[in-house]
Nanobody
């Protein structure tokens, strides 16, 4: 089982990034997928999730209207489009898969929002 995030980097405030999480080793289309982040010195927090068929999504209040989660079950990939980024969005972003008691995490990708 592997979840591999990519797309992180350094971006100025107001900028955009698109994160990807490529999955392998399990039946991706069965799993709810979510993104989480951990800022320096803080606990990891929920960012967004999407149901297995992509029909429903949910977001943390802090990112509503700025971030969009999506998935492509044919490519075994989940995405996080992040717009209007703020310095407080800085952190390590990790994807998580969950279904029937099975939970997997990726190692994360660093996002830094700074001028």
């Amino acid at each position: 089982v592997q979840l591999v995030e990519s797309g992180g980097g350094l971006v100025p405030p107001g900028g955009s990034l698109r994160l990807s999480c490529a999955a392998s080793g399990f039946t991706f289309r069965n799993y709810v997928m979510s993104w989480h982040r951990q800022a320096p010195g803080k606990e990891r927090e929920f960012v967004a999730y999407i149901t297995s068929d992509g029909s429903s999504t949910n977001y943390a209040d802090s990112v509503k209207g700025r971030f969009t989660i999506s998935r492509d079950n044919a490519k075994n990939t989940v995405y996080l489009q992040m717009n209007t980024l703020k310095p407080e969005d800085t952190g390590v972003y990790s994807c998580r898969s969950a279904w029937s008691g099975n939970v997997y995490w990726g190692q994360g990708t660093q996002v830094t929002v700074s001028s």
